[in-house]
């Protein structure tokens, strides 16, 4: 008669810890499975019994019953092995980042990855891994304008200090124009590409059905915004709709105006203008700095949401279609958070060896 196998002994601890892994839906499958076979041994199942049940070898429950004897639940767990040894490990890590840091091969402006893999003879998708896992995009770029103005400091503090505090019963608006926006008529789609995206489609060829101007007014303290779209966009056009904006403002002509503008030519030599509305005053961004111009992000926000990928058959059909834009966008206006951060050229000196470790 064959002898029957003892049943393994085990803890209280224990024997929660294996109904809690075995219910899991959490937990690694091999450990969820390890925990069932302890159980059906616990409650007095024979070994071939528990490996038909499970499609395993009898030798591998009885392994299992083993380690669980020995070590309770902990011997459960896979033993630490030494593994296949490290192919491309920190020497070809550094490697690379060397790499980057010469000049370019001939007849390249860059390094990629198939270049670096021939210059090091190695594997293209070792150096895309090493790449990804660094977080290096080799592809994308990042840009920035720094200002050379003199007197970038006082500007721009005057002006953050505008959307952070300002002044008490003041108005502050952020104004600028988007100028020369395209009517440009085109097939557009969805393409299944060869790779079996489903992508947006747009035909080279268009027709183009002429211009126009957008001018636009942030109210900084509500994030609603006020726009005229005009054919030209001259000083008399900008002052026009200055004089829009004004009229239509509550108590425009008595309440202190601070209005925010870029260094474009018709924004500047308005005396006249200033003198007959003694309660505005125009501030002026930094020479190459108008991304302090708030208005600024609400014309991308637009450019992405109602322009980007459009076609329209006349000027008519561009114009109806940022008005419907804007009447939109204003029922759930909120002023935008400042958060720029400063930027400065000496980033550019910095080396991919130091920026990885």
Not at 194 to 200: E, L, T
Not at 263 to 289: G, M, Q
Request: with cysteine; aromatic share 8%; glycine share 6%.
């Amino acid at each position: 008669m064959a002898r029957k196998a003892p049943i393994p002994v085990c803890s209280e601890s224990d024997r929660l810890t294996l109904h809690e892994w075995a219910n899991s839906r959490s937990l690694e499958w091999r450990l969820v499975e390890r925990a069932r076979i302890i159980l059906k041994l616990l409650d007095g199942e024979s070994v071939k019994k528990v490996a038909e049940s499970h499609a395993a070898g009898q030798n591998t429950i009885i392994k299992w019953r083993s380690r669980f004897v020995a070590n309770g639940t902990k011997g459960l767990h896979d033993r630490s092995r030494s593994g296949k040894p490290v192919t491309y490990g920190k020497e070809f890590r550094d490697k690379i980042l060397k790499t980057l840091e010469l000049p370019p091969p001939v007849g390249q402006s860059c390094w990629d990855g198939p270049a670096i893999a021939s210059h090091l003879k190695c594997s293209r998708d070792a150096v895309w891994r090493l790449l990804k896992k660094e977080g290096i995009c080799l592809a994308r770029q990042r840009s920035w304008c720094v200002s050379t103005d003199p007197e970038f400091v006082p500007k721009a503090a005057d002006i953050i200090g505008l959307y952070l505090a300002p002044p008490q019963n003041a108005l502050v608006i952020s104004v600028d124009e988007k100028p020369s926006i395209q009517a440009l008529e085109r097939t557009t789609g969805y393409v299944l590409t060869s790779s079996k995206k489903i992508v947006q489609g747009l035909k080279s060829t268009y027709k183009r059905h002429g211009t126009l101007n957008l001018f636009a007014a942030l109210n900084v303290a509500t994030g609603a915004v006020h726009t005229q779209t005009t054919e030209l966009k001259r000083r008399v056009e900008f002052l026009a709709f200055m004089d829009q904006v004004l009229s239509e403002l509550p108590d425009g002509d008595q309440k202190e105006i601070h209005v925010i503008l870029d260094n474009y030519c018709i924004h500047k030599r308005n005396d006249e203008w200033l003198a007959a509305h003694p309660n505005v005053t125009f501030h002026f961004t930094p020479t190459s700095a108008s991304w302090l111009n708030q208005v600024e992000i609400w014309f991308g926000i637009m450019s992405r949401k109602a322009l980007k990928n459009a076609s329209f058959g006349s000027v008519k059909e561009l114009r109806l279609a940022i008005e419907d834009f804007i009447k939109v966008y204003q029922q759930n206006a909120k002023p935008f958070v400042w958060r720029k951060r400063e930027v400065k050229g000496s980033q550019l000196k910095n080396t991919i060896v130091n920026l990885c470790n």
